[in-house]
């Protein structure tokens, strides 16, 4: 690893981990565990995201995360707003990231309808 990279928890171990915790990888549950370790990338936990979001969950064990989980169903219909905001800026993210690569212009109007303020 050089000093550029992150450690990272790949695809295929956050899949472990999941089942560790008994969360499907497809559901709702574990996209409030992304959300609360606030991931850039899908399927990946760096190991900073992952720290920090175990910290303010405070879990320190596989089974404190299952029952925490089990409740992420619940915060996700409470916190919906946030969650949505979450998401929605991930992706467009992402696509501003493709559009940039791909055409300059076309990135310029993808930066001019994101919203300037999330005030709901």
């Not at 472990?16 to 709702?28: E, G, I, Y």
């Not at 405070?58 to 969650?83: I, P, Y």
Request: hydrophobic share 40%; proline share 3%; with cysteine.
């Amino acid at each position: 690893m050089t000093d550029g990279e992150e450690r990272a928890l790949a695809p295929a171990g956050t899949l472990k981990f999941l089942q560790a915790v008994q969360v499907d990888a497809a559901s709702v549950e574990a996209l409030m565990l992304a959300f609360h370790c606030g991931c850039r990338s899908p399927g990946y936990f760096t190991h900073d995201e992952f720290i920090m979001g175990l910290t303010r969950l405070n879990c320190d064990t596989t089974d404190k995360l299952t029952l925490k989980a089990a409740r992420f169903k619940d915060e996700a219909k409470e916190r919906l707003d946030e969650v949505w905001k979450w998401v929605f800026d991930f992706l467009l993210e992402k696509a501003e990231a493709k559009v940039r690569s791909s055409s300059e212009p076309l990135s310029r109007c993808v930066a001019l309808s994101r919203p300037r303020s999330w005030s709901m």
